[in-house]
């Protein structure tokens, strides 16, 4: 699978946060901290579930949809019995479902912690992911029925993915971590989009957000990355038509005169006429507030289920350029 082909460099070796303690017999049921790993604490927290080579991803908050704490509620009550061979997995063509946990803003990394659950078809679940989330690759035992229970929440969040702009993923790819860099939750946005229950309706979101300057404006901060040569990334199927990146020194940051809002110090604008043609390859500057903003053609929505537009902030300090 390319998604457990990225995260593998990143495994560490440490002591697995899911089991209360190191020796579990088998048979013998663990605690599940499950809780604890979506809990959504200081730094943001993305969940992203892979299912039938669909990606959604959302942020588990204070304002995450009724299916994606159904989901996280799922997860939380499995009752897990831990295997003695964490390696010892069923084929990789019985992953019926995959859950990546992503937090922005760790210490150690200067970037994500992450980690990810594999569901297999017989009940087996493998976890893997950075020291902060799972340490250690493990795999449990899980039953039929929690299975289903997870991955009937599963589809629910699948179902909606078209009804809110996904998440930008900021990732450095010359980093030793492959997931270092950060998830941007959109600020402004226009959106128009077809109901899930029924495509024939459509429903419209127009949040206004205060400019990426503004004092008040929630900026992610993008402290430090191995290079800044980075790519900006969506998931599939949400690859824009069209990218505007505006970015502002910091010392502007408080300004919001019309003379420094229309006078970025820099300014970068493409189109992408068909499906698969977006890159996101981008050179960041240091101590720079971004603006970028992504558009979505209405003459495609049919196709994609949504059309629009959504804007994303964040600001760097100093870089490795």
């Not at 990810?116 to 039929?144: H, I, N, P």
């Not at 419209?204 to 040569?229: F, G, M, P, Q, T």
């Not at 971004?290 to 053609?297: E, G, L, P, S």
Request: glycine share 6%.
């Amino acid at each position: 699978m390319k998604i457990k082909a990225f995260l593998t460099a990143a495994v560490l070796s440490a002591a697995c946060m899911f089991s209360s303690c190191g020796n579990t017999t088998k048979g013998e049921p663990v605690e599940n901290n499950f809780s604890e790993i979506l809990s959504v604490g200081e730094n943001p927290v993305f969940v992203s579930v892979i299912l039938d080579d669909i990606t959604t991803t959302d942020m588990l908050s204070g304002g995450a949809s009724e299916s994606l704490s159904e989901l996280a509620s799922a997860v939380n009550s499995a009752s897990l019995t831990k295997n003695p061979d964490p390696y010892d997995l069923p084929d990789p063509d019985t992953i019926v479902l995959q859950i990546e946990i992503l937090r922005n803003g760790s210490a150690e990394q200067q970037g994500m912690d992450s980690c990810l659950m594999e569901f297999f078809k017989d009940g087996t679940l493998g976890v893997f992911g950075t020291e902060r989330f799972s340490g250690e690759e493990a795999s449990y035992s899980l039953s039929q029925q929690d299975l289903k229970k997870i991955k009937t929440a599963a589809e629910k969040v699948s179902a909606e993915r078209t009804s809110y702009p996904q998440p930008m993923r900021i990732t450095d790819p010359l980093s030793s971590y492959s997931y270092s860099g950060a998830m941007i939750y959109p600020a402004g946005v226009s959106w128009d989009y077809a109901v899930p229950d029924n495509p024939n309706l459509h429903s419209a979101i127009n949040a206004d957000a205060v400019h990426a300057l503004d004092e008040l404006a929630s900026n992610d901060k993008i402290e430090r990355l191995y290079s800044a040569s980075v790519l900006l990334e969506f998931p599939a199927g949400f690859e824009p038509d069209k990218v505007t990146i505006k970015g502002w020194d910091i010392s502007k940051k408080g300004d919001t005169s019309p003379e420094t809002i229309y006078h970025p110090k820099t300014e970068y604008e493409n189109n992408f006429p068909g499906t698969g043609d977006y890159t996101g390859f981008f050179q960041l500057e240091s101590n720079t507030v971004y603006m970028v903003t992504v558009a979505y053609d209405s003459t495609k929505s049919e196709e994609r289920g949504f059309s629009g537009s959504a804007d994303y902030y964040f600001e760097t300090g100093e870089l490795n350029e």
